[in-house]
Each structure stands twice: as structure tokens, then as C-alpha cells.
């Protein structure tokens, strides 16, 4: 683990109270699983404790939702209500920046992720993370685009709007002020 992942301990006690203090605040994200096995995981994950805490510094509102018991992994995702604001104005994938000739955006969400060490949420994910609240009403989060899309120069990204999940295309080198993404990270 490098300095630059590398957390002081009074940084990795405040994110776990935070982490703590949100889950205990949203049961309906994660009914039935206990704080005490998590944070177990956590202790002994400092990488994804540092992955966590640029997920919160960037305004992500990470939280837990979901538990595969198969691999005992526990499931954070970004749960901000509105795509997070220190990830917004980004285009899709670093091939997508490279390709912009002006009015290139600082970063893109695929290269982003990569630097933070999450994922992007599939379709399927974002449209289950859906359930669990009311996310990207005014927003909206760019998500893994399948290969088929992406080849033929577009990304796709979805919100909330007139009480349902849309998931809309354009083309990956596009970003816009109230455009993000949301991450996903398993412990």
C-alpha cells in the first residue's frame, strides 16, 4: 500500500463513524446485516478504506446495499441523492477524452473510477440501487455501457424521472454540469 492510499488512523476512525452513523440511519438499504461483521471487513481492507473515503470526499454518500453471502462480500454504493458533485462534468471512458479536440472535461467517469478503485454500476445495478430510494431526480449517472454501445462511440446513463428508471444513450465523449457517475465497491 502506497502513502497515497495509505489513511491516518484518525481519517479511517472518522469514515467509520460516518460509514457507521449512515447505515444505521438507512436500514431499508441493508435489513438484517450487522454493523459489527462489517466494520470487521473493513479493519482488515485498508484499500477499500481508502476507496471508500474518496467516495465520500467526492460527495458519493457511500453506504451498504447488499451482502453476496456466497462470497462474503458486503456491497457499498454511492447513495447521494443527486449524482455526486465531485464527480460530475465528466465524460464517459478515457478514450472518450482523448478524442475531444476542445472543451475537454478534467477527467472521465472510467478513468475516475479506476483512480478511486470502484466500479461503475451496471444497468442492472443502477436500476436496483432504484429500488432502495429515489436517486438522480434532478442528476444523471453514467454506467457501464456494454462493449456493443461503446464501440460504436456511445455511453449510456441513467435517472428518475415521472416515477421510473430511464436509461438514455449519447455519445461517450459528452458531459454536462448535472452529469456523474455513481460507484460500486464490494469489502
Known sequence: MDNKTKLPQERIDEL?????????????????????KIQEKLDASPKKLWSLHVMEETGGEPDVIGYD????????????????????????????????????????????????????????????????????????SWVLTPSTIREKGGAIFGDWRYGQVFIYHNGAESY????????????
Not at 467509520?16 to 459489527?36: A, G, Y
Not at 454536462?176 to 469489502?187: D, H, K, M, S
Open 69 to 140: 453471502k456466497e462470497k462474503d462480500n458486503y456491497v457499498f454504493c454511492d447513495c447521494v441523492a443527486e449524482s455526486p458533485k465531485g464527480r460530475r462534468s465528466v465524460c464517459y471512458d478515457p478514450e472518450a477524452l482523448e478524442s475531444r479536440k476542445e472543451h475537454k472535461p478534467k477527467h472521465s467517469a472510467v478513468g475516475m473510477a479506476a483512480e478511486m478503485g470502484i466500479d461503475l454500476l451496471t444497468e442492472e445495478q443502477y436500476r436496483t440501487l432504484q429500488t432502495l430510494g429515489k436517486f438522480d431526480t434532478k442528476t444523471s
Open 16 to 36: 467509520l463513524d460516518i460509514l457507521k452513523t449512515r447505515f444505521e440511519k438507512n436500514k431499508n438499504r441493508h435489513p438484517d446485516l450487522d454493523w459489527t
Open 176 to 187: 454536462y454540469a448535472a452529469r456523474g457517475f455513481r460507484g460500486i465497491l464490494t469489502v
